[in-house]
């Protein structure tokens, strides 16, 4: 029987890619591959950046709470990680928000390569950019199509149907691709797409695998997977 994890340790990951650790190390440093750690109970806050008029960039927080769940962490934190084997950790990335972070008494966690894990979305992701689905190496194609209204997207290999508000924000980072402009500021992309919200996340919250579909930055920005 197998078990429908929502997450994989490193060591799972190593064994079904049959790649080396130094490979995945490279994937994750290079923000090809977006790995996690799981947080138990501890504070959280999210919250999105706002600009001001004469540059500044302020921190907005939206929701604390006593978080349980995955985080994504930065490059830099994976990068020390894996050459010191050890990492303090103040800041991650999440697709809910333009930041996470601890509040309150608590400001770093220690984390070390044993905390590292990946996300089924996230490896699945991967999977259908790179062109295999584990240590089998079936191919699959790397493709982006969408029908003439973008209601209808096709996406490494996975299906989306879209509402009006949806289809435009793909329609607006697909013309971003095509023009080698794929990372866009996401604010920007939901005012063109007239949308309300300031939120990517709230704007898919009614697809659960959108991440397969749009990719973050962690810092505002996103793009189409793979393009």
Not at 2 to 7: L, R
Not at 28 to 44: F, G, H, M, V, Y
Not at 52 to 62: A, F, N, V, W
Not at 203 to 215: A, G, N
Request: include cysteine.
């Amino acid at each position: 029987m197998e078990i429908e994890k929502a997450y994989f340790t490193l060591a799972e990951v190593l064994g079904r890619w049959s790649l080396p650790e130094a490979d995945v190390a490279y994937l994750a440093e290079n923000d090809q591959l977006r790995l996690s750690i799981r947080i138990l109970n501890l504070p959280i806050e999210f919250g999105d950046f706002e600009e001001t008029d004469d540059g500044r960039c302020y921190s907005i927080p939206s929701e604390r709470s006593s978080f349980n769940g995955l985080l994504d962490l930065h490059v830099q934190d994976v990068f020390q990680l894996f050459r010191i084997g050890e990492a303090s950790v103040t800041r991650f990335r999440t697709t809910k928000a333009d930041y996470a972070c601890f509040f309150g008494s608590r400001e770093t966690l220690t984390i070390r390569k044993p905390d590292l894990v990946l996300s089924r979305e996230e490896r699945d992701r991967f999977e259908a950019k790179s062109g295999f689905r584990g240590a089998a190496g079936v191919k699959q194609a790397n493709a982006f199509h969408a029908s003439a209204d973008y209601h209808h997207v096709r996406c490494n290999g996975h299906e989306f149907q879209l509402g009006p508000i949806q289809a435009q924000v793909v329609r607006i980072l697909h013309a971003a691709a095509r023009r080698g402009e794929p990372w866009q500021s996401g604010k920007a992309v939901l005012g063109e797409a007239g949308s309300r919200s300031l939120k990517m996340s709230d704007i898919f919250k009614s697809k659960k695998d959108w991440p397969l579909l749009i990719e973050s930055n962690g810092r505002g920005a996103y793009r189409l997977a793979g393009l």
